[in-house]
């Protein structure tokens, strides 16, 4: 299977979960607004996402990944299943602690990593009881995680990356039914734990039917464990680098006018799609592929299969940037402009997407990146890297904070990530680990060309398209503005890019 097919399935996949997603948020959107409600909520949902972010997803991947899959080449499967088996055990042990320690010391954890919500102790005290609601759903996330990369593995990504579908399901569920709880905000807390169970038990199945069964064993330290753990510190660390600038985020933004959290919240929202659509397809299918060709000493392929990978992140990643950067307020306006959302949330969430998408295109390559060392059972030179990218985003964070508020905290996380991918970069490049095809550049530069090309039309037209929309239809406005100008874009870049498969043709047949 190739790594597009294999990437095509998880993008599509992450593409309908998104669409679930964006459903779910117009729908939150409409019932909490932007204000006080909303924020506290945003609180309680980041907080064990950020942890999840640190102990699960890349962090664990990374490390659980290449390690199994050099024990499966070796060892068999039934080698593989004792491992997997083992890392459960530690990971449920590791979550319980950690759950309880939260649990009970919720009131300090919120108090200090969204320490504004103080100053109202009624939107702290309702942060704090939905953080204890929510919290749960950081084991449910892990046990997750884990399942989900045995599955990925074995090169079966479909039920994994349809999971989260199961979250925003539940979450709009809940909404729905939120004359039911005491207030909006409780009703998605507790659609966000349902989300998390009803995910496990979906990927428990499908492990099961795949035949890939997990028993729960005691946790026991061997060499292939410590070789595990080993990997994992560092790419706790890692991972805990970025979690750091999403803290300053959370930390800062509290400070700010009320709503500022939900402006980035939703821009986010924005930001993430072509990050997970495509970075993270990618990224997931990449690794156990490139896991594989590392451990295979008479594969020199690896470099170039890199390569390729981050070629497509960034074809796809900066006509995205541009469209985001550009389009992003007639898109927030379409999706979310409707019951408690107003125009001002429009406007702040509208100015912090266009500061995120300066640095899509290396958001998007980042994951590719960082497989090319976690493959080879690197996980502390990414961690070197990214500490120097961190003081560059929360120093930045703190200097453009005040001029152009949460916009400012927005821009400076898109800096961090550029500097990090590109410091990632530079360091595979040296130790000729990555090599970019020659087909893949010349669709890197038209794409580049063609963007430019796109920003000059839409800066151009996008007055008299607006001008035309309010005569004909003054109601419709942003969708007929965004429907014209998007398909325009989409036309200027296939002609780009069909321009450099034209080219490359031409070559190939010299």
Not at 375 to 383: F, H, M, N, Q, S
Not at 466 to 486: F, I, K, N, R, Y
Request: net charge positive; glycine share 10%.
């Amino acid at each position: 299977m190739s790594l597009i097919r294999r990437a095509g399935t998880v993008g599509g996949l992450t593409l309908l979960s998104r669409l679930f997603g964006f459903g779910r948020d117009v729908v939150m959107a409409a019932i909490l607004g932007a204000g006080p409600l909303a924020d506290a909520f945003m609180v309680a949902f980041r907080l064990p996402n950020h942890f999840r972010a640190i102990f699960a997803e890349g962090a664990f991947n990374s490390a659980f990944i290449p390690t199994y899959a050099a024990l499966r080449h070796r060892g068999g499967e039934a080698v593989a299943a004792a491992f997997r088996s083992t890392i459960l055990s530690w990971s449920l042990v590791a979550n319980g602690i950690l759950l309880v320690v939260a649990l009970t010391a919720t009131g300090w954890v919120v108090a200090i990593l969204a320490p504004g919500l103080t100053d109202d102790p009624r939107q702290w005290e309702l942060a704090v009881a939905l953080t204890r609601i929510t919290f749960p759903y950081l084991a449910c996330m892990a046990v997750v995680t884990l399942l989900s990369g045995v599955l990925n593995a074995h090169d079966r990504f479909a039920a994994a990356a349809a999971a989260p579908i199961l979250l925003n399901v539940a979450m709009t569920a809940a909404l729905l039914l939120a004359f039911a709880f005491p207030t909006a905000a409780h009703a998605a807390a507790w659609g966000v734990v349902v989300g998390g169970v009803l995910q496990v038990v979906f990927v428990a199945a499908a492990c099961a039917k795949g035949g890939l069964r997990i028993r729960l064993s005691l946790p026991r330290l061997d060499p292939a464990v410590m070789t595990f753990f080993r990997r994992f510190g560092p790419a706790i660390l890692g991972a805990g680098g970025v979690q750091i600038a999403m803290f300053a985020d959370t930390i800062i933004a509290t400070f700010l006018p009320i709503g500022s959290l939900s402006y980035l919240y939703y821009a986010d929202r924005l930001y993430q799609l072509p990050l997970a659509v495509v970075g993270i397809a990618i990224g997931t299918a990449l690794l156990p592929d490139l896991s594989r060709r590392v451990a295979d000493p008479g594969d020199a392929s690896a470099p170039a299969a890199l390569g390729h990978a981050v070629a497509v992140c960034l074809v796809v990643g900066i006509p995205c940037a541009i469209g985001l950067a550009l389009l992003g307020d007639l898109v927030i306006e379409v999706l979310f402009a409707r019951g408690a959302f107003t125009p001002a949330a429009v406007a702040g969430a509208a100015g912090a997407l266009a500061a995120y998408a300066i640095g899509l295109p290396a958001a998007v390559s980042l994951r590719a990146l960082v497989a090319g060392f976690h493959a080879r059972g690197d996980t502390l030179t990414p961690v070197k890297a990214l500490g120097l990218s961190t003081v560059v985003n929360v120093g930045l964070k703190l200097l453009l904070v005040g001029p152009l508020v949460h916009a400012g905290l927005a821009l400076a996380t898109a800096v961090g990530v550029t500097v990090y991918a590109g410091i990632l970069a530079l360091w595979l490049a040296r130790g000729k680990s990555i090599r970019i095809p020659f087909d893949d550049r010349s669709r890197i530069v038209t794409t580049t060309a063609g963007s430019l090309l796109v920003s000059a039309a839409i800066l151009l037209l996008r007055a008299p398209i607006e001008a035309l929309s309010m005569t004909d239809a003054p109601q419709w406005q942003a969708e007929a503005t965004l429907a014209a100008l998007g398909m325009l874009s989409i036309g200027l870049f296939a002609i780009a890019f069909g321009a450099a498969e034209m080219w490359n043709r031409r070559r190939k047949r010299r």
